[in-house]
C-alpha cells in the first residue's frame, strides 16, 4: 500500500519561498511517476511538477523557472522547492504517485495517479 505525506505547507508573501515535501512508504519495489498537483477554490485539479523514474521531471509552463521537484536516492521522499512565489500559486497542494515510473508527463491522465496524499495549504498574499 502506498501512502504519500505532504508537509510544509504556510502562508509567505509574494516573491518567497516554501518548500513542500512528500513522504512516500510502500512503493521501493515497484518504478513510480511521483508529482505535485494544486488546486484553487473554483478550479479544477492541476499537475504542477512531475518526477519519473528515471529521473525525469516535466514542469507546468506556470511555474518553469521557479519550481523545482527532486527525491532523495532511495525515493521515498519528493519535495518541491517553491521560489519567487506569487498570489496565482495560492492552492491546496497534493503529492500524488502513480504506477509507471517512464511514463511521467504532465498529459498522463489525472486518473492514473492513484495514491493521493491529504493536501497542504499554500497561500501567497500581494
Known amino acids: 500500500q502506498v501512502r504519500p505525506v505532504e508537509s510544509g505547507g504556510g502562508a509567505v508573501q509574494a516573491g518567497g519561498s516554501l518548500r513542500l515535501s512528500c513522504a512516500v512508504s510502500?512503493?521501493?519495489?515497484?518504478?513510480?511517476?511521483m508529482g505535485w498537483f494544486r488546486q484553487a477554490p473554483e478550479k479544477e485539479r492541476e499537475a504542477v511538477a512531475l518526477l519519473g523514474d528515471p529521473d525525469k521531471v516535466d514542469y507546468a509552463d506556470s511555474v518553469k523557472g521557479r519550481f523545482t521537484i527532486s527525491k532523495d536516492g532511495a525515493k521515498n521522499t519528493l519535495s518541491l522547492q517553491m521560489n519567487s512565489l506569487i498570489p496565482e500559486d495560492t492552492a491546496m497542494y497534493y503529492c500524488a504517485v502513480a504506477i509507471g515510473g517512464t511514463y511521467c508527463q504532465l498529459q498522463r491522465p489525472i486518473q492514473s495517479f492513484l495514491y493521493w496524499g491529504q493536501g497542504a495549504q499554500v497561500t501567497v498574499s500581494s
Open positions: 510502500g512503493a521501493d519495489d515497484l518504478s513510480f511517476c
